[in-house]
């Protein structure tokens, strides 16, 4: 807190007031370079663990069975340490839309461990929202080391996003335009794009040489048939509302949650009470973790009807109740399986459906369509690039003004949606 005052005291005017452009450019590319670096190899050590956790579930299925200790240790330790660093990536977006002191370092580790813990146990979370997490917080860390002014430590969250997200799931592109885009709805910092992006690749190029390997997706190709792209359509309108439901329950199961339990370390209990008893009665443990397998799968066969419901139950428990981790992988194993459902409108063409569910959902609960069309581009080749960029906008615009990060602001309304929203906070909606 005192670094950033100091900041404010000198009216955001730190560094030296005859500083080159070349002397500037200089200083941004030093620090792009250690923010690339340093998350990269945080987002490296990650992605490894959380392999090797996932694989101990995997061979030892009692452990689904501990998920209300390990979910009262989370909650305890977030309870009596984490302070701001329970608000996640909500509190990396207020930092941006109102900077008023350092994102605390805690944020790295605790969400780390969060995380892992919530997978060795079969929590139905994600990683996006760690690497995020970690990223913003680490890159906001040399203020603590460097001068900078007010914007200065706004580019400083947003390229430690860019960073984590690009080092987790190997798409660069998607990660520099999704940390410019994510911040207010419908509004892009393209002057950030560059920066973005540079620190984005350095940070994905940082986690190949740490011998990480990301998932391989098929390639889709472009095909246009009349019954094709009606049932493209259908599932991008289906996909929005999906991600609505998908806001809706994890936000209410969050709220009644708080309101109920008093005490924060219990709420973890309670849900994994629940996962626990799900589990019991016959749940499938696909539907636990973060289901990787399950959604490659989705690509090549014929899943339940009911898969995306039942994902879409356990990721909001999970996250409902206080477990760490990220929505966004689940999200796309929803969509995924969405994808997979519709494609019994055109069989032959289940790649293509799957495909466009895996990212419009996501596009839906993150009001990042242009993100998420280009991450399917980057996943599954560009050749279906322009269904990924319709359906990406088609479910933005049906899952209203919803979010899985509360602290977005609206920038621009959507269609259909009213005026007076614009400039509000998603939370601040009634």
């Known amino acids: 807190m005192d670094l950033f005052l100091q900041t404010d005291q000198k009216n955001g005017k730190q560094n030296p007031e005859n500083e080159t452009k070349i002397q500037f450019l200089c200083r941004w590319v030093f620090y792009c370079l250690l923010i690339s670096v340093l998350v990269g190899s945080v987002s490296a050590f990650f992605l490894i663990a959380l392999d090797f956790v996932t694989e101990v579930r995997e061979k030892n299925t009692f452990l689904v069975y501990l998920l209300p200790l390990v979910g009262g240790c989370i909650g305890w330790v977030y309870h009596r340490y984490g302070s701001r660093a329970n608000r996640g990536n909500n509190l990396l977006l207020e930092e941006i839309h109102s900077p008023s002191s350092l994102i605390p370092f805690r944020m790295t580790p605790f969400v780390l461990l969060g995380t892992l813990g919530t997978h060795l146990v079969g929590g139905s979370a994600g990683r996006e929202g760690t690497a995020v997490q970690m990223g913003g917080s680490i890159a906001h860390q040399l203020a603590r080391f460097f001068p900078f002014d007010r914007k200065e430590h706004q580019t400083l969250i947003i390229l430690g996003i860019s960073a984590g997200f690009s080092a987790v799931f190997g798409t660069p592109f998607a990660a520099a335009i999704f940390s410019i885009e994510v911040i207010q709805i419908g509004i892009y910092r393209w002057k950030l794009f560059l920066p973005s992006l540079v620190v984005a690749w350095c940070s994905h190029l940082v986690c190949l040489i740490w011998n990480v390997k990301h998932t391989i997706f098929p390639m889709v190709p472009f095909q246009l048939e009349l019954n094709l792209v009606l049932g493209i359509f259908l599932l991008s309108i289906a996909s929005g509302l999906v991600a609505k439901v998908f806001i809706h329950s994890t936000h209410t199961i969050s709220n009644y949650s708080q309101k109920l339990i008093l005490y924060p370390p219990l709420r973890p209990v309670l849900g994994g009470l629940i996962l626990v008893l799900l589990f019991s009665l016959g749940v499938s443990l696909d539907y636990f973790g973060l289901g990787v397998p399950f959604i490659q799968e989705s690509f090549t066969e014929n899943l339940p009807d009911?898969?995306?419901?039942?994902?879409?139950?356990?990721?909001?428990?999970?996250?409902?109740?206080?477990?760490?981790?990220?929505?966004?992988?689940?999200?796309?194993?929803?969509g995924a399986a969405l994808g997979n459902l519709f494609s019994e409108i055109s069989p032959p063409h289940m790649v293509l459906f799957v495909s466009v569910g895996f990212v419009a959902v996501f596009s839906g609960a993150t009001n990042t369509p242009l993100a998420c069309a280009i991450m399917g581009m980057e996943l599954f080749g560009f050749s279906a690039g322009i269904y990924f960029l319709v359906a990406t906008q088609i479910s933005y615009i049906m899952s209203g003004h919803m979010s899985i990060y509360p602290s977005q602001v609206i920038g621009k309304k959507k269609w259909f949606r009213p005026h007076s929203h614009v400039g509000k906070k998603i939370s601040e909606l009634k």
Not at 308 to 333: A, D, N, R
């Open 306 to 334: 009911a898969a995306f419901l039942w994902k879409l139950l356990l990721t909001s428990i999970t996250i409902g109740f206080g477990f760490k981790g990220g929505e966004v992988t689940p999200l796309f194993f929803i």
